[in-house]
């Protein structure tokens, strides 16, 4: 899986639009972008996904570069609870049917302000 | 729906005991995981199972080894532990069929070993 680089830390103030990006510049044509969370001493949560065209589901939205090499992950109204580790994975599309790991790196750890 | 259960929550070891960490998960996913996080670190792939009656070694699996016990529940055992094997361990599910792959973690087992 191709590597990932994301800020260590972010700030937010709550009720507004949390932004985070990622870089993933080696990301190959059949690699998807995953974004996960994990809230303080919980396993990591699934956020969204996507390959190419900017995705939106109930959590979040994702904004995913013409090229590519970079995506933004976006939180449109910021609570308290937001408050996580926010990880960007890049994967392959299709496992063949088997499983295949996670790679997770250090993250960006979004703090929420009141 | 329980998802995916972790026992113990806790727990603590002298180096060289052995112990088993206990995976189950209700969703009827055919793909099981273990990763074990490090303070301040992402998530490392120990094992997985593609299916019942099949594991892989993923990214540390050395002083570890895994039992798919049936399609519900995956085993993980630490057969001398060591103090570099203190660390919280999440076990994790997904159907390799649906077209995300999204994975659904446990809570955790937080293990030290003096």
Redesign the interface.
């Known amino acids: 899986d191709a590597k990932t680089t994301q800020p260590p830390s972010m700030d937010c103030a709550e009720g507004r639009a949390a932004n985070l990006p990622c870089n993933h510049s080696t990301i190959s044509g059949n690699e998807y972008v ?1 974004w996960y969370r994990q809230i303080h ?6 956020i969204i ?1 996507g390959l190419k065209n900017n995705e939106t589901n109930e959590m979040a939205s994702l904004i995913i570069t013409e090229d590519r090499k970079s995506s933004t992950l976006i939180l449109p109204h910021a609570t308290l609870r937001d408050t996580a580790v926010y ?1 960007c994975i890049v994967r392959v599309a299709d ?1 063949g ?11 960006t750890h979004l703090i929420i302000q009141p | 729906n329980a998802g995916v259960t972790q026992t113990p929550k806790f727990q603590v070891l002298k180096t060289g005991q052995s112990m088993t960490l206990q995976c189950a998960q209700d969703m009827n996913h055919n793909s099981m995981y273990w990763y074990r996080q490090d303070p301040g670190m992402g998530l490392r792939l120990i094992y997985y199972s593609a299916s019942e009656g099949t594991t892989d070694k993923g990214e540390v699996p050395n002083g570890y080894n895994v039992s798919r016990l049936n399609k519900r529940e995956f085993s993980l055992r630490l057969e001398s532990a060591a103090p570099s094997q203190t660390s919280v361990y999440f076990c994790a599910s997904s159907d390799s069929r649906d077209r995300g792959r999204e994975q659904y973690f446990g809570p955790g087992t937080r293990l030290t070993v003096t």
């Open positions: 995953y001493s919980q396993g990591p949560q699934y996904h990880y496992s049917g088997g499983a295949d790991g996670l790679t997770f790196g250090k993250g």
